[in-house]
C-alpha cells in the first residue's frame, strides 16, 4: 500500500483497462494522491490495494482532482462519459490518453475549452508493463501552461520523460500515426523478406540480424531525406528513383517467380512509375513525398 504524498498534485484515473490500470498504478507508486473511476467498477480493487482512493461516481471522480487522465477504449467511449458532465470540468485539466484521430482531438479540445477545461491530448508509446518506465515517453500536444503545470505527474508516467509537441491538439494523434505507418512498413518489408528467403530453407532468425543492420543503414539516410522534404528540393542522394523503380521491376518478378505473395513490391512499384509518368525519375527517392501528400488517383 502506497501511502500518498499530498504535496503531489492529485490525480484522477477513469477508465481502468489494462492500460488504465498501469497508468493509475504508476501515479500511486510516484506518490500522488489517486482517485479512480471505471464503468465496471470491481476493476478498481486491485488498485484500492494499492493506495488509491476509489470515487462513488464519475462526478465525484472529476471534481477530485485537478487533472483528470481518462483512458477508455475510443473517443465515443470518452464523449458518452463526459459529456453529461461537460460543466465539473470547469477549471481543470482532461488529459486524453484514448487513441484516435487528429481530428477527434481537435474537436474535442473545442468542446473541452466551450466548458472551461484546459485539453491535452496524448499518445501512449508503450504497452501497459511499459508504463512507468522510459519506454513510456508519452507525447502531448495542447495548450503549453496545462503540460508544464502537470508536468510532474504526467513526467511520472515515463520514469521522469513525457514530450511536449505542441498547441495543436492534433500533433498528439498525428505523430502517433506517422509511427504507426513507419512500423508497419518496416514490419510488411520484414515478413516479406523472411518469406522471400523461406523459399530457400533459410530461418527467419538468420535474417533478423541483416535485417537489423539494413534498417540502421536506412535510418541514417532519414536525415538527409528530411530536409529534402522540408526543402522540398530533391537531388539523387544514393540513387535515382529511376534506378530505384527498375529495382522494385526485379523484386516484383523474383517475388512472382519463387511463389511468394507480390502485393507489396508491386504497391512500391506503382508509386515509382507514377513518380516517373509525373517526371520525377531523374530526382532522389525523397521525390515520392509529392505523390504521398495527396490521396491515391484510383485507376479502373
Ligand atoms: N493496451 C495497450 O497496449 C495500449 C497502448 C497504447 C494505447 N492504448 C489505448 O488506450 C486505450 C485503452 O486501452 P486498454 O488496453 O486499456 O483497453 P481495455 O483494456 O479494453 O479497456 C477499455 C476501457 O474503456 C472502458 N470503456 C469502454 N467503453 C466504455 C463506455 N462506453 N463507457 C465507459 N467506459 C468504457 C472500459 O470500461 P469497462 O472496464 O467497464 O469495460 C475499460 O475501462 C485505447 O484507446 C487504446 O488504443 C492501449
Not at 498504478?25 to 482512493?53: C, D, I
Not at 485539466?93 to 473541452?112: C, E, F, I, M, Y
Request: glycine share 10%.
Amino acid at each position: 500500500m502506497q501511502t500518498p504524498d499530498t504535496a503531489k498534485t492529485p490525480v484522477t484515473v477513469v477508465g481502468l483497462g489494462l492500460m488504465g490500470q498501469a497508468l493509475a498504478a504508476t501515479f500511486l507508486r510516484s506518490g500522488h494522491p489517486t482517485t479512480v473511476w471505471n464503468r465496471t467498477s470491481a476493476k478498481a480493487a486491485p488498485l484500492v490495494a494499492q493506495g488509491a482512493v476509489p470515487a462513488d461516481s464519475l462526478a465525484a471522480a472529476i471534481a477530485a482532482s485537478p487533472l483528470v487522465v481518462v483512458c477508455v477504449t475510443d473517443y465515443d467511449a470518452m464523449h458518452e462519459l463526459l459529456e453529461p458532465l461537460a460543466g465539473t470540468l470547469d477549471g481543470r485539466v482532461l488529459a486524453n490518453l484514448t487513441s484516435g484521430t487528429s481530428q477527434q482531438a481537435r474537436d474535442t479540445a473545442a468542446w473541452a475549452a466551450r466548458h472551461g477545461a484546459a485539453y491535452l491530448d496524448g499518445a501512449i508509446p508503450a504497452s501497459p508493463d511499459g508504463i512507468g518506465t522510459e519506454a513510456a515517453d508519452i507525447v502531448y500536444s495542447g495548450p503549453a501552461s496545462a503540460f508544464e503545470e502537470h508536468g510532474a505527474a504526467l513526467r511520472a508516467l515515463g520514469a521522469g520523460k513525457a514530450t511536449y509537441l505542441g498547441a495543436d491538439h492534433g500533433l498528439a494523434s498525428l505523430y502517433e500515426a506517422a509511427t504507426l505507418s513507419l512500423m508497419w512498413s518496416i514490419l510488411n518489408g520484414f515478413l516479406h523478406g523472411a518469406a522471400l528467403l523461406g523459399t530457400a530453407n533459410v530461418e527467419a532468425t538468420a535474417f533478423a540480424p541483416v535485417a537489423q543492420k539494413g534498417l540502421e543503414t536506412v535510418g541514417g539516410w532519414l536525415a538527409g531525406y528530411a530536409k529534402q522534404i522540408d526543402d522540398n528540393a530533391f537531388p539523387v542522394a544514393d540513387a535515382s528513383l529511376a534506378v530505384h523503380v527498375a529495382s522494385m521491376e526485379h523484386l516484383v518478378h523474383e517475388s512472382e517467380f519463387l511463389g511468394v505473395n507480390a502485393e507489396l513490391p508491386k504497391l512500391a512499384k506503382s508509386l515509382g512509375d507514377r513518380a516517373l509518368a509525373e517526371g520525377l525519375g531523374d530526382g532522389g527517392y525523397a521525390a515520392l513525398i509529392q505523390l504521398l501528400r495527396k490521396p491515391a488517383e484510383i485507376h479502373p
